[in-house]
């Protein structure tokens, strides 16, 4: 389901926001990818989620 977002993300912004949807899903990238520890599965998710905000942000304002 997690890996569904990024796709729907990208349908739902306009093409000038296509580099914060390549970083999204780069990260999603390394948290299944590098996520070996318990450390950088924390800090790859808070990552994760700092971009979900971002992205609510910019929509809202």
Known sequence: MLLDIPSEVGRATS???G???EAWIGHVTLFFEYGG????QANT??????ILVFEL???VV
């Not at 520890?37 to 950088?40: A, H, K, P, R």
């Open 19 to 21: 580099v914060r949807n």
């Open 37 to 40: 520890s318990m450390v950088q």
């Open 15 to 17: 093409d000038a926001h």
């Open 57 to 59: 942000g910019v929509r």
């Open 45 to 50: 998710f808070l990552d994760v989620v700092i």
